[in-house]
């Protein structure tokens, strides 16, 4: 187990698993730095943590229990939540200095709370990705056209364009969301517990789709994941957060042990780290507190 | 439009997709929606002309609205927009033209501002009971028109000016008592309702220093809303304010349905939010303040119209605010046959009542069909 909270990149990364990580040449890293990360309620920092990285153009994953600091530690890296100390880092600029807008050209966020207009159309809603693209008197231009076409084939929802959000099933949903985040053609893209509360197909859509468009545009993936084991499955690299400080970091390989299982977690569970779809878990029981 | 095909399989709401082209956001129901309200509004208004106290037949009163002496005339027009001397004309056309025909227009302005101040509001707080007035802006008026009616009485013939300044005024204490930090669509409907409370308290107090009837019953007038009286004047007093308002809620619609995603999502979208949201607040103060100043504070108009229209169009707010354009007018163009002509249809009586009372008549049970038929209403 290495130093809470502080890391060095291994040289295992280059092994991480089913290859094909070639970060395309324009792939770029988010970075944190000495952070600490509270809300105004709160007086201690709710995540402390004094490096963070997001390799450029690959797939990592935040787990962690709840409460860990997983959610507020991306928020923080959307710059959504200001931290009290610390920065943040976008392809080595500092993202408080960015207008909100450039922000949003280049990094998107896909938060766990979303709202829509019930009549609201899959379609409109991923023209909606393209508002930071726009001026204010701008109208939709081909380039919109051709981000909202990509991202619908992405996303796997051409059948769906034209219906309405309030028709759709809780997966479709976020499957239509996750076209509105694409549509925003970001560098870096942060999605919050995607998965929760849909069914095992749809979680394994949104999977392929984060995974596709990695593999495809090289766009950095910050994901928050809530099973660990989907997380093993599909990043390149994990990020396991306990009471708001990193754990462990690296590929899931060597983050998914016994150990941190039981010690993270607080459940005891097998680890079969020689399954050929990344280590597998067989959880037991859970641990008392 | 060249190549990919868009949205083809879609037949109402597909055209979003070309937002920015005006005649591609063309849909059917949204034109229905117009035609309709249009036809009420001329409805509204030939009755309107057609009846009063100086008596001619109805077609004598259609004749003299389509009289093309006044119609095409531009000297008329630079009188009635431009406050510059009347033409020569006959008397009918000048009852017509000069009486009778502005208090529609004036009410046509009227439901405009309204509706849109309306649909505006309910967006910025996400709140589907609200109004153009759920941030104080009726009480800060009110109080206003209390005060200079009852204790600086040499300020009437400001009135309207005061009330709007009032208005506005209360949205900014309204604004100024949420702001934490920023502020959130429940903190800034709550500082309305503070200040609406002990605005409307104080309101209430003055009452009791009103020493004759004819103050308590214009302080009425005022505070329930009125057409009576209005002529060309409160028309070209309104209009400039009117065109603005109007024009940049309609640049504003897409910011509009960015907000309705939701405050983080609209953020990650790289929204300024609080400056969009004080900004589009300000656009539909101002287009409430508009109103206040030449009808004073008319209820329920900007409660029920969004609804009314959202129920037919959707919640795309191009669409909807295009739609309340028309179905405001429509709404207070009728109330104020109800409220000039009602009691003497009824009774006989030649006593007219404050617009407002009867768009609270008129609307409240409509509002209350619409919730029991719709199960759907009030989602924004």
């Known amino acids: ?289 | 439009m060249s190549t990919e095909p868009v949205s083809e399989s879609e037949s109402g709401s597909g055209p979003t997709a070309t937002t920015g082209r005006f005649l591609d956001g063309v849909d059917g129901a949204l034109v229905s929606l117009c035609l309709a309200s249009v036809a009420v509004v001329v409805a509204g208004g030939l009755v309107q002309v057609s009846f009063g106290s100086y008596s001619m037949t109805v077609w004598q009163a259609w004749a003299a609205v389509f009289d093309p002496q006044v119609l095409f005339n531009l000297r008329a027009w630079e009188a009635f927009l431009f406050g510059a001397e009347l033409p020569e004309m006959n008397q009918r056309s000048l009852i017509v033209w000069n009486i009778r025909l502005p208090r529609v227009f004036v009410a046509v302005v009227v439901g405009m501002n309204l509706a849109v101040s309306g649909a505006i509001f309910q967006a910025v707080t996400r709140n589907e009971l609200a109004s153009p007035f759920i941030l104080g802006v009726s009480s800060g008026a009110g109080l206003l028109i209390l005060l200079t009616l009852v204790v600086f009485s040499g300020l009437s013939a400001l009135l309207p000016l005061v009330a709007a300044l009032g208005g506005a005024a209360a949205f900014l204490v309204v604004y100024a008592i949420a702001w934490k930090n920023g502020t959130s669509p429940v903190r800034l409907v709550l500082a309305g309702v503070i200040v609406g409370t002990v605005f409307q308290s104080l309101q209430t107090g003055l009452f009791f220093f009103a020493d004759d009837i004819g103050v308590v019953q214009s302080a009425i007038a005022w505070t329930t809303g009125s057409l009576t009286g209005t002529d060309w004047e409160q028309v070209r007093m309104a209009l400039p304010w009117t065109v603005v308002a109007i024009g940049l809620s309609l640049l504003g619609a897409r910011q509009l349905n960015v907000l309705l995603l939701g405050e983080q999502t609209a953020r990650s979208l790289g929204m300024s939010v609080e400056k969009v949201r004080f900004a589009l607040s300000g656009v539909a103060v101002l287009a409430a303040a508009a109103s206040i100043a030449v009808a004073g504070i008319v209820g329920f108009v900007g409660l029920i119209v969004p609804h009314m229209v959202r129920n037919v169009v959707g919640s795309e707010y191009r669409k909807l605010i295009v739609g309340c354009l028309f179905a405001g007018p429509a709404l207070m163009v009728a109330a104020d046959v109800g409220a000039r002509l009602g009691l003497e249809l009824l009774f006989g009586a030649s006593t007219q009542v404050p617009v407002g009372i009867v768009t609270g008549l008129v609307g409240g049970p409509y509002f209350l069909y619409l919730m029991r038929k719709q199960e759907a209403l009030g989602e924004i």
């Open chain 1, 1 to 289: 187990m290495r130093e809470n909270g502080q890391f060095e990149r291994g040289e295992a990364e280059s092994e991480s698993g089913e290859a094909s990580t070639e970060p395309s040449i324009d792939a770029v890293e988010l970075q944190g730095e000495e952070l600490e990360i509270g809300y105004p309620t709160t007086t201690e920092p709710v995540v402390e943590c004094e490096r963070v990285l997001l390799p450029a153009g690959e797939v990592t994953a935040l787990v962690g229990p709840n409460g860990s600091g997983k959610s507020t530690l991306l928020k923080a890296m959307a710059n959504q939540l200001a931290p009290e100390s610390g920065a943040i880092r976008l392809d080595g600029q500092q993202v408080q200095s960015l207008d909100s807008k450039e922000l949003a050209r280049r990094l998107g966020l896909l938060s766990q709370e979303h709202d829509s207009p019930a009549s609201l159309t899959v379609e409109e809603l991923a023209y909606h990705g393209r508002y930071p693209h726009r001026g204010f008197f701008e109208s939709v231009g081909d380039d919109d056209r051709r981000a909202v076409e990509r991202a619908i084939e992405l996303a796997g929802v051409e059948h769906l364009r034209g219906k309405s959000m309030a028709n759709l099933s809780g997966g479709q949903k976020q499957l239509a969301w996750i076209a509105m985040v694409l549509a925003q053609e970001t560098d870096v893209l942060l999605l919050d517990e995607p998965t929760t509360y849909l069914d095992l197909h749809h979680q394994l859509r949104v999977m392929e789709v984060v995974r596709k468009l990695n593999r495809e545009d090289g766009v950095t993936v910050g994901i928050v994941l809530h099973d660990i084991g989907q997380a093993a499955r599909f990043a390149d690299n994990l990020i396991a957060m306990k009471d708001g400080a990193p754990y462990d970091w690296g590929p899931p390989r060597e983050v998914v042990t016994e150990e941190l299982l039981s010690d993270v977690f607080r459940v005891d569970a097998s680890v079969d780290a020689e399954s050929p779809t990344g280590p597998h878990i067989a959880p037991h029981r859970a641990l008392d507190e």
